[in-house]
Nanobody, 117 residues
Framework: QVQLVESGGGLVQPGGSLRLSCAAS????????IGWFRQDPGKEREEISC????????YYADSVKGRFTISRDNAKNTVYLEMNNLNPEDTAVYYC??????????WGQGTQVTVSS
C-alpha cells in the first residue's frame, strides 16, 4: 500500500525554523520525483519545491528560494523540507507528493504550519 505521511508541522514564531518530514511506504522515493506543496484556505495550491529522481536536481518557488531546502534520505525512504526564516505568509497546510516524472500521483494528508507571534 502506497502511503506518504507528513510530520513536523506546528506553530513557530516569525524568523523561526521547522523541518517537515515525509515518510514513504509502498514505493521507493529514490526512484520518484518528490515535491512539497502548500495551500492556505481561500488560496490556490502552490508548488514550492521539487526534487527530481533522475539527477537530483531541485526546484524552488521564488517565494521560498534561499529559505527552504528539500532533501531525501534514501535509507529511511523519507523526504524532508527544511524551512528557515519563516514568515506569516508561509502559514499553510503543507503536503508532500510523489510521482514517476512529476510529483502528482501519490499525496500525503498534509501537516499544518502556522507562523505567528
Amino acid at each position: 500500500q502506497v502511503q506518504l505521511v507528513e510530520s513536523g508541522g506546528g506553530l513557530v514564531q516569525p524568523g523561526g525554523s521547522l523541518r517537515l518530514s515525509c515518510a514513504a511506504s509502498g514505493f521507493t522515493v529514490a526512484h520518484h520525483a518528490i515535491g512539497w506543496f502548500r495551500q492556505d484556505p481561500g488560496k490556490e495550491r502552490e508548488e514550492i519545491s521539487c526534487l527530481a529522481s533522475s539527477d537530483g536536481s531541485t526546484y524552488y518557488a521564488d517565494s521560498v528560494k534561499g529559505r527552504f531546502t528539500i532533501s531525501r534520505d534514501n535509507a529511511k525512504n523519507t523526504v524532508y523540507l527544511e524551512m528557515n526564516n519563516l514568515n506569516p505568509e508561509d502559514t499553510a497546510v503543507y503536503y508532500c507528493a510523489a510521482g514517476t516524472y512529476y510529483p502528482d500521483r501519490y499525496w500525503g494528508q498534509g501537516t499544518q504550519v502556522t507562523v505567528s507571534s
